[in-house]
């Protein structure tokens, strides 16, 4: 997809969805667009992306600007993502159901292991991050909530994706994948073939496909099929032993079962 097809893509909808407010969904483009890509950006930086009139466009920000959703500079000619955005995210993860069911499984996973613990979410192909429990260890990873990866590169998006059948997956995602690290498995039928043993075993790992230095482990939370949320647990390779493997893996299906308790009448 090109920069300038969010901004045709609203047009598009909104004239054959028939319910969908152009104003409305410029606006939410334009945020996902900001969501995305942090720190401020120029008027025609903006422009460029998302292909809107650059009048409406300036108009658009001006309002988002005065009502706290987008920020600009001292020259008031950047613009980046504003803290009524923070507001409304932070309300997703204190509303969530599943989020508060799993507060004590992370907990204990983090106890149990010493190793950082993440709780995430499938959106559309990528996974994003809705719980963290640090590392106890002073060499640690470390992930932010709400931060966003794409799936086929993280453990927890492998295990999610996994859930799906083969063809499920071929339909959501491009024959060529995105490579953020030398490792990462850049071709859709290598990953679909990946997802088998991951169905197998229960578990997908993530070796050093998202950031060099870490591998990953995951397990998929089944309270839906397919599956929504899963949780990981993330070692630096310098620390990983066979043994501390193996103990990482036992207890990740532990959480996995108390999880799916917690969350058998969501």
Request: aromatic share 6%; with cysteine.
């Amino acid at each position: 997809m090109s920069a300038a097809a969010p901004g045709r893509a609203a047009e598009s909808g909104a004239a054959q969805g028939g319910g969908q407010v152009k104003s409305a969904v410029r606006t939410v483009e334009l945020l996902e667009y900001f969501a995305g890509r942090p720190g401020m950006h120029s008027l025609a930086a903006v422009q460029e992306a998302v292909g809107y009139p650059k009048s409406s466009l300036y108009m658009l920000l001006r309002t988002l600007v005065e009502l706290g959703w987008v920020e600009t500079d001292a020259t008031g000619t950047r613009y980046g993502i504003g803290v009524r955005a923070l507001l409304v995210g932070t309300s997703y993860i204190d509303g969530d159901e599943v989020v508060a069911a799993a507060r004590p499984t992370l907990d204990r996973l983090s106890d149990d292991t010493t190793e950082t613990i993440h709780l995430a979410r499938l959106d559309g192909t990528n996974v994003v991050y809705l719980a963290t429990r640090q590392s106890q260890h002073y060499l640690r990873p470390f992930t932010r909530v709400g931060r966003r990866l794409p799936a086929h590169s993280t453990a927890l998006g492998k295990a999610l994706l996994a859930t799906y059948s083969d063809e499920q997956v071929r339909s959501m995602l491009p024959e060529s994948l995105h490579r953020l690290t030398e490792n990462t498995v850049t071709d859709r039928e290598k990953l679909i073939e990946e997802l088998h043993t991951v169905r197998a075993q229960g578990y997908a790992v993530d070796r050093e496909e998202a950031t060099l230095g870490l591998r990953c482990f995951s397990v998929a939370i089944p309270y839906r099929t397919p599956a929504r949320d899963a949780i990981s647990c993330t070692v630096p390779v310098a620390r990983l032993t066979p043994a501390h493997e193996q103990m990482i893996k036992d207890a990740l299906f532990h959480a996995r079962d108390r999880l799916t308790l917690a969350t058998r009448r969501l």
